[in-house]
T-cell receptor, first 111, second 114 residues
Framework: KQEVTQIPAALSVPEGENLVLNCSFT??????LQWFRQDPGKGLTSLLL?????REQTSGRLNASLDKSSGRSTLYIAASQPGDSATYLCAVRGNTDKLIFGTGTRLQVFP | DAGVIQSPRHEVTEMGQEVTLRCKPISGHDYLFWYRQTMMRGLELLIY????????DSGMPEDRFSAKMPNASFSTLKIQPSEPRDSAVYFCASNQGYSNQPQHFGDGTRLSIL
């Protein structure tokens, strides 16, 4: 059974810092991995999707990497801003056609 | 693009009542997903449809839960009878194709069963 873990569970940093959020999964047989952002009272917004054949994806200040063999992904946020404050979730899709979500990292960036 | 639209945004009802949650996916999307989010269990997939046909309902917790998709632009999730442990935020999501496209989520329905 696929299990997805995210560390840390919560993070509070001053504005401007570069951040790394971690995601690990137990079954390396995945089709893709997605990173989402969730703001309070809102749904999830897809940030980046990495196919199993890819090593990384970039969008603006965000960079996600994937090491399928070791069951790990990282989300790198450069030059963090207060507007980045949200919960970040990773999710993997395996051969069951389901997205399995981690429990998220709650990020707070203070001015 | 209006995004995935869910209604109602909030629902408070008494135990035993029937609850119906509604979802309008993004036009042109052929996959629709229903999730439930709680503090204890995180985000769980309940059921998903492809071209209006239920593909996998193994996440539906009990027979009290049912979902339908009568056409490409509308889906419902029904709980009858409702129980306090059903209290959660229910999300609907859709995408076009499945394997390599991100899912688009609605803002959810916050359900409280008293």
């Amino acid at each position: 059974k696929q299990e997805v873990t995210q560390i840390p569970a919560a993070l509070s940093v001053p504005e401007g810092e570069n951040l790394v959020l971690n995601c690990s999964f137990t079954d390396s047989a995945i089709y893709n991995l997605q990173w989402f952002r969730q703001d309070p009272g809102k749904g999830l917004t897809s940030l980046l999707l990495i196919q199993s054949s890819q090593r990384e994806q970039t969008s603006g200040r965000l960079n996600a990497s994937l090491d399928k063999s070791s069951g790990r992904s990282t989300l790198y946020i450069a030059a963090s801003q207060p507007g980045d404050s949200a919960t970040y979730l990773c999710a993997v899709r395996g051969n069951t056609d389901k997205l399995i979500f981690g429990t998220g990292t709650r990020l707070q960036v203070f001015p | 693009d209006a995004g995935v639209i869910q209604s109602p945004r909030h629902e408070v009802t008494e135990m035993g009542q029937e609850v119906t949650l509604r979802c309008k996916p993004i036009s042109g999307h052929d996959y629709l997903f229903w999730y439930r989010q709680t503090m204890m269990r995180g985000l769980e997939l309940l059921i998903y449809f492809n071209n209006n046909v239920p593909i996998d309902d193994s996440g539906m917790p009990e027979d009290r839960f049912s979902a339908k998709m009568p056409n490409a632009s509308f889906s419902t999730l029904k709980i009858q009878p409702s129980e306090p442990r059903d209290s959660a935020v229910y999300f609907c999501a859709s995408n076009q194709g499945y394997s390599n496209q991100p899912q688009h989520f609605g803002d959810g329905t916050r359900l409280s069963i008293l």
